[in-house]
């Protein structure tokens, strides 16, 4: 089901998107840089193999 924020407006979701590239995104490229970015790959495959994926993400986190 699709809830529609009372904030949804044009004006207020392009300043969200804008935040977003200006202080979330740069983050990206601290934690590419760092070894510290996992990244998945989301697929239908994906979602219905969901414990593999966690699995994945645990291995991950404890071999850091």
């Not at 924020?5 to 969200?16: L, V």
């Not at 590239?21 to 934690?31: A, T, W």
């Not at 495959?45 to 071999?63: A, D, G, R, S, T």
């Amino acid at each position: 089901k699709l809830v529609k924020r009372s904030d949804d407006t044009e004006e207020k979701i392009r300043k969200r998107l804008k935040e977003y590239k200006e202080k979330s995104y740069p983050l990206l490229g601290y934690y590419e840089r760092t070894g510290k970015l996992f990244k998945v790959l989301v697929t239908e495959q994906v979602k219905k193999n969901e414990k593999e994926v966690l699995k994945e993400i645990i291995w991950f986190i404890e071999n850091q």
